[in-house]
């Protein structure tokens, strides 16, 4: 196995567990909001936050690698800053995930105030669209 289709095996391998892992977050988050009266465990809160993260992390770290092995190509491919982009959003976003996640935590929803929702809906958004985004620019790399 060459260094290069273990990168990718490690990659996809994280992508792959990490999006049940993320849907599920989100669903309890939309669970946090609809139902309005809830305050969500603090130590699930924590793990699946973990969780994402070191998968986050390997996926940087393989990447590194993937990258290591064709930059030559990537650094001429416009998509590839773009995913960078989407990257950079995502561990940017992951530090303001971890500050606010302890609202949900504390409060019901009902009880969160208007500037704290809009936090959340823009660091919840962020993540979203730059997940999708990630994987969209991916797939277009083709790699």
């Known amino acids: 196995m ?8 490690v990659h996809l391998t994280t992508l792959f567990t990490l999006i049940p892992i993320i849907l599920y977050t989100d669903h309890l988050g939309a669970r946090w909001i609809l139902k ?23 996926m940087i770290g393989s990447g590194l690698t ?8 990537l650094l001429t491919v416009p998509v ?22 302890h609202i949900a935590v504390e409060k019901t929803f009902s009880e969160v105030e208007k500037r704290e929702r809009l ?10 669209l730059s997940w999708i985004g990630v994987v969209l620019a991916a797939l277009q790399l083709g790699l």
Request: hydrophobic share 55%; aromatic share 14%.
């Open 36 to 58: 309005g009266d809830i305050t969500l465990p603090a130590r699930k809160l924590k793990l699946l936050h973990r969780t994402v993260l070191v998968g986050l992390t390997l």
């Open 66 to 73: 993937l990258f290591s092995t064709v930059s030559g190509y």
């Open 119 to 128: 936090l959340l809906a823009l660091s919840g958004g962020a993540s979203t």
């Open 80 to 101: 590839f800053y773009i995913k960078m982009f989407f990257v950079a959003t995502l561990v940017i976003n992951s530090f303001f995930i971890g500050s606010l996640m």
């Open 2 to 9: 060459t260094l290069y289709s273990f990168a990718l095996t």
